[in-house]
């Protein structure tokens, strides 16, 4: 069962609008993460947090933002959405050190 | 630096034989390494975890993965597949105190009845 939500499962939107996905956890975890999914890839880091206040782009560039103004919320923005941005988008939390990851079920964003 | 390679993009097995994903890594360093699960829309689900104490490691649902240092392996193994076992499977390596996993391309495993 999950502790870590994510919302809306599912987004279509127009080119250019402002998009925010959300993301959620009920387990105290300082580390959470955005990763980006595409069919038959790796998943792709994009911004990660260690704390509230904290956050660092990751591996892949992405033109999202993330805040991390508490310990439990994590979202994700898109000033302009684009159709490259078409994408799943994983967040995820784990405790400090080497802890294995707790995946959300995903936003699917489909840009039109 | 780090890496991973799934050897194998697609596997496709029947209900009751035995399953076998592939994966090799190369680090640096004294990996950690893990092997998520993925069923249709859903997130990943850590299946089991690989740091540096027995080298078989035993996970959920019948899976285990054997590390061997020597062929940088990190093979997932499950005696007899079970319809639900049909998912996309990742090989993931990371450092040690290292925020940054490195995720493979994942395998597809399909179940025959």
């Known amino acids: 069962e999950a502790d870590i939500y994510q919302t809306p499962r599912y987004l279509v939107i127009g080119t250019g609008k402002k998009i925010t996905l959300e993301c959620s956890q009920t387990?105290?975890?300082?580390?959470m993460y955005w990763y980006q999914q595409d069919p038959g890839m790796e998943l792709h880091l994009i911004h990660y947090?260690?704390?509230?206040?904290?956050?660092e782009k990751g591996d892949l560039s992405s033109e999202s933002t993330v805040s991390r103004i508490r310990t439990e919320h994590f979202p994700l923005t898109l000033e302009s959405a684009r159709p490259s941005h078409t994408s799943q988008y994983l967040c995820a939390s784990s405790e400090v050190g080497d802890s294995p990851l707790h995946f959300g079920n995903g936003t699917r964003l489909t840009v039109t | 630096a780090q890496s991973v390679t799934q050897l194998d993009s697609h596997v496709s097995v029947s209900e009751g034989t035995p399953v076998l994903l592939r994966c090799n890594y190369s680090?640096?360093?004294?990996?950690?390494l893990f092997w998520y699960v993925q069923h249709p829309n859903k997130g990943l689900q850590l299946l089991l975890k690989?740091?540096?104490?027995?080298?078989l490691v035993k996970g959920i649902n019948g899976f285990e993965a054997e590390f061997k240092k020597s062929e940088t392996s990190f093979h997932l193994t499950k005696p007899s597949a079970h319809m639900s076992d049909a998912a996309e499977y990742f090989c993931v390596v990371s450092r040690s105190s290292n925020y940054k996993l490195t995720f493979g391309k994942g395998t597809l495993l399909t179940v025959n009845p």
């Open positions: 680090s640096s360093y004294s990996p950690s």
């Open positions: 690989y740091t540096s104490a027995a080298t």
């Open positions: 947090s260690y704390g509230v206040n904290s956050t």
């Open positions: 387990m105290g975890h300082d580390k």
